[in-house]
């Protein structure tokens, strides 16, 4: 099979040389970049994310990055969002009461998490479905590596005859949240698995692979 080309989508938002490090590891072809053409012609698109929500979103309309994101999945071409890079791809985002529109590729709210200590920062567990791609190979009790003080808590896609439900992986610090998404060619983690050693470059390659 030959080398997958990946674009790190490059909008002023993220861990772009360490996610471009461990996407190499993973198999990929790398280039950073925002360039329109490029971006839709690869063979995935990252869409990393670090920082305040309405922050990425301001950076990724200035490159009119939710509509590339938005035509690629259209053509059924996969997107893979991490950390704040997932949180964009919600409905909106509540920030210090501050509410900011996302992409909307999904409903919900991404808020501030009900919990003691925040941020949420280092090792934790998650719960997968049997079916996950995105974790097949990975043992039960595999950690990842989270860095975040908000996300989507509750959330749920109304059933459908026509559409596949996806796939919910969930965590728990305070209460459960959604630490990664599934639904065709849209997946993305709250956690980030460039950061998250093995089990990270685990979940990039299968990520890869399935490209």
């Known amino acids: 099979m030959s080398t997958r080309t990946v674009v790190l989508l490059d909008y002023g938002s993220g861990n772009l040389h360490s996610a471009e490090r461990a996407l190499v590891r993973a198999g990929a072809r790398v280039e950073v970049t925002a360039d329109p053409q490029t971006v839709l012609a690869a063979d ?92 097949a190979g990975l043992d039960v009790d595999t950690r990842f590596y989270f860095v975040h003080s908000y996300a989507t808590q509750k959330w749920e896609l109304p059933p459908s005859e026509h559409i596949a439900s996806p796939r919910l992986t969930w965590a728990h610090h305070g209460g459960p949240f959604l630490a990664a998404v599934e639904n065709g060619p849209l997946s993305a983690t709250q956690f980030h698995p460039e950061k998250s050693g093995d089990a990270g470059a685990h979940l990039l390659r299968n990520w890869v692979t399935s490209l």
């Open 44 to 135: 995935g698109l990252v869409v990393p994310g670090v920082g305040a929500f309405a922050a990425c979103m301001a950076g990724l309309r200035a490159i009119r990055g939710e509509r590339l994101i938005g035509r690629r999945l259209a053509g059924g071409r996969p997107v893979l969002g991490i950390c704040v890079g997932m949180q964009i791809l919600f409905d909106r985002g509540v920030e210090f009461g501050v509410e900011t529109t996302g992409c909307a590729e999904w409903p919900g709210t991404v808020e501030r998490l009900s919990a003691p200590v925040l941020p949420h920062m280092g090792w934790n567990t998650v719960s997968a479905p049997d079916d996950s791609e995105l974790f």
